[in-house]
């Protein structure tokens, strides 16, 4: 039978912490938590658009535990404030969705002077990660899951621009993001069990789901290039994408079910991975490629200046 969040098993006395939880995918998977008694902490930009979609979540799940807190993943400083304020409450973290993402925008910098999809996509995450490991460890079965893209399979890693000083392009910048984020969780999990920990770190994409990613990012582009791409991306919401609840069951997949291997990727598993059952599915030979996926960990780890203090795994 194909797998349903009623599958989902009781999350009571467990902590979660869901990036983007304000609308979209991640208000749907924060949503299925709760219904589940998670405690679940929305981290988002805007904490006004964060205590609203608290607001929708109690409407269905009352009594859910719930918190919103800020975090700009644009900025590693508001990431590491939110990673001290985690650890001042020196609480377990059971599981991390690195769910939030921006898709498709003009060339723009984060505050700390990257691409803003890759800063924004994978690095931000990636920081986040890293500084909330010791909550994380102090779990008994923590798992970390990073929602990548189908469009993964656009992405190339150029370590010598990895910011595109060069022929930036919007979607080949998406696509480098979600391919960094599907490597981070791949080699995440090669390095958790080398050093013995008993962590699961899996990646997660949601198909071609109805978000406001299809929109906002092109838009930003503003005249009537942007107008037209953000009209376009309205058109394919309505003709072609799944409702937002469906493409979180990849995610919910992930965090959830009791036998998905750490160092998996799941999505939609038909029609060219946009429709049909959730489980584990392929991705290209670079979504594969760990050689590279040590390189982009120690990378990430220097231009962030966070280190996880894991050794990268035997080759």
């Given at each position: 039978?194909?797998?349903?969040?009623?599958?989902?098993?009781?999350?009571?006395g467990?902590?979660?912490?869901?990036?983007?939880?304000?609308?979209?995918?991640?208000?749907?998977?924060?949503?299925?938590?709760?219904?589940?008694?998670?405690?679940?902490?929305?981290?988002v930009?805007?904490?006004?658009?964060?205590?609203?979609?608290?607001?929708?979540i109690?409407?269905?799940?009352?009594?859910?535990?719930?918190?919103?807190?800020?975090?700009?993943?644009?900025?590693?400083?508001?990431?590491?404030?939110?990673?001290?304020r985690?650890?001042?409450?020196?609480?377990?973290?059971?599981?991390?969705?690195?769910?939030a993402?921006?898709?498709?925008?003009?060339?723009?910098?984060?505050?700390?002077?990257?691409?803003?999809?890759?800063?924004?996509?994978h690095?931000?995450?990636?920081?986040?990660?890293?500084?909330?490991?010791?909550?994380?460890?102090?779990?008994?079965?923590?798992?970390?899951?990073?929602?990548?893209?189908?469009?993964?399979?656009?992405?190339?890693?150029?370590?010598?621009?990895?910011?595109?000083?060069?022929?930036?392009?919007?979607?080949?910048?998406?696509?480098?993001?979600?391919?960094?984020?599907?490597?981070?969780?791949?080699?995440?999990?090669?390095?958790?069990?080398?050093?013995?920990?008993?962590?699961?770190?899996?990646?997660?994409?949601?198909?071609?789901?109805?978000?406001?990613?299809?929109?906002?990012?092109?838009?930003?582009?503003?005249?009537?290039?942007?107008?037209?791409?953000?009209?376009?991306?309205?058109?394919?919401?309505?003709?072609?994408?799944?409702?937002?609840?469906?493409?979180?069951?990849?995610?919910?997949?992930?965090?959830?079910?009791?036998?998905?291997?750490?160092?998996?990727?799941?999505?939609?598993?038909?029609?060219?991975?946009?429709?049909?059952?959730?489980?584990?599915?392929?991705?290209?030979?670079?979504?594969?490629?760990?050689?590279?996926?040590?390189?982009?960990?120690?990378?990430?780890?220097?231009?962030?200046?966070?280190?996880?203090?894991?050794?990268?795994?035997?080759?």
């Open positions: 039978m194909p797998w349903s969040t009623s599958e989902i098993p009781s999350l009571e467990r902590r979660a912490v869901v990036t983007g939880a304000n609308g979209g995918l991640g208000l749907q998977t924060a949503l299925e938590l709760a219904r589940r008694g998670a405690q679940v902490t929305l981290a930009r805007d904490v006004q658009k964060g205590a609203t979609a608290v607001d929708r109690t409407a269905k799940v009352p009594g859910a535990s719930l918190a919103v807190e800020t975090l700009d993943l644009a900025d590693l400083a508001s990431v590491r404030a939110f990673a001290t985690e650890d001042a409450g020196g609480l377990p973290l059971d599981l991390l969705v690195n769910n993402g921006i898709m498709a925008t003009p060339p723009r910098l984060t505050a700390d002077q990257f691409e803003l999809q890759f800063g924004t996509n690095l931000g995450h990636f920081a986040l990660t890293g500084l909330l490991l010791g909550r994380l460890k102090a779990a008994d079965a923590p798992r970390v899951v990073t929602v990548s893209s189908i469009v993964h399979r656009l992405g190339t890693i150029d370590f010598d621009d990895l910011n595109w000083h060069a022929s930036y392009g919007p979607w080949r910048a998406y696509g480098r993001s979600k391919l960094s984020n599907l490597l981070f969780a791949r080699e995440l999990q090669a390095r958790v069990d080398a050093a013995g920990i008993p962590l699961r770190s899996l990646a997660a994409h949601p198909g071609y789901s109805s978000t406001h990613l299809q929109t906002t990012g092109p838009a930003m582009s503003g005249g009537v290039l942007g107008r037209l791409n953000a009209w376009g991306g309205k058109v394919g919401n309505v003709l072609v994408a799944t409702k937002d609840s469906y493409g979180a069951q990849p995610s919910l997949y992930a965090a959830t079910h009791p036998e998905v291997p750490g160092g998996s990727f799941v999505g939609p598993t038909r029609l060219g991975q946009t429709r049909g059952p959730i489980g584990p599915v392929t991705s290209t030979a670079a979504g594969r490629d760990m050689a590279v996926a040590s390189r982009l960990f120690d990378v990430s780890e220097e231009l962030t200046g966070v280190s996880f203090g894991l050794a990268p795994a035997a080759a």
